[in-house]
């Protein structure tokens, strides 16, 4: 997960992010539609990624226990998950699989969610670059691919979301105004098969409602973008 033996591969791609982000250098089999590919974001398809289509409900924040870059690409991660996007603690995000079809990330959740990792540790909360590109992801995801304009609630889990909300585990005792309290016991949802989880972390839950308020400038310049972008 240190992603080391990729820096040469990496840079290749660096090389070619300015026309990546324009969507010119796709191939036409793989040219950027909005439902499928975010345009803000380093495409970097994972190899023998699934097939297996999904109508996205949710946009679901995991933390990788890891300050490195990128944890896939284009192999997949470990115990050969993957998620959709990858949130760096600085630069633009990558995208590892098309937002139209299933991710391996949030195991009973990932029929309908699409999944973005980030970068960090405990003790980390999401860094403004970080913050800035999951609120862009969500903004994305709500227009182009019908995910609700909403935070994830107990009792519905569309909307921007987080991992926890389908482990099992102890994280306080539960509390309807406080999110990193929220988890299985609630939900019911089964988004994990390691009790306890930290994914993510009590920092990171504490952000949502920033990238939730960030999101909404976004929708905006998506929906009517300036000439320049
Ligand atoms: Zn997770």
Known sequence: MDGQGKVGRRSLIVGSAALAATGLSASPAEALIKSRRAEFAVWDPITDRSTTAMTPRRVTIHIAVTSS??????????GDSYAHFYNPRSGAPRQHQTMDCRAAADLEGSSSTISVEHAGIVGDSM?????????????????????????????????????RLGIDGNFGTYDP??????????????WSSSPGKTCPTDNFIRQVPTVYNRAQTWIEIFRNPPPDL
């Open 69 to 78: 870059a990128d944890i896939y690409g284009p192999g997949k991660g470990p």
């Open 127 to 163: 860094t403004d670059s970080q913050l800035t590109n999951i609120a862009k992801i969500f903004a994305w995801a709500h227009l182009f691919c019908g995910v609700p304009n909403r935070i994830a609630t107990v009792d519905n889990l569309s909307g921007l979301a987080w991992h």
């Open 177 to 190: 105004n406080l999110r990193r309290t929220w988890c299985r016991d609630q939900t019911g949802a089964v």
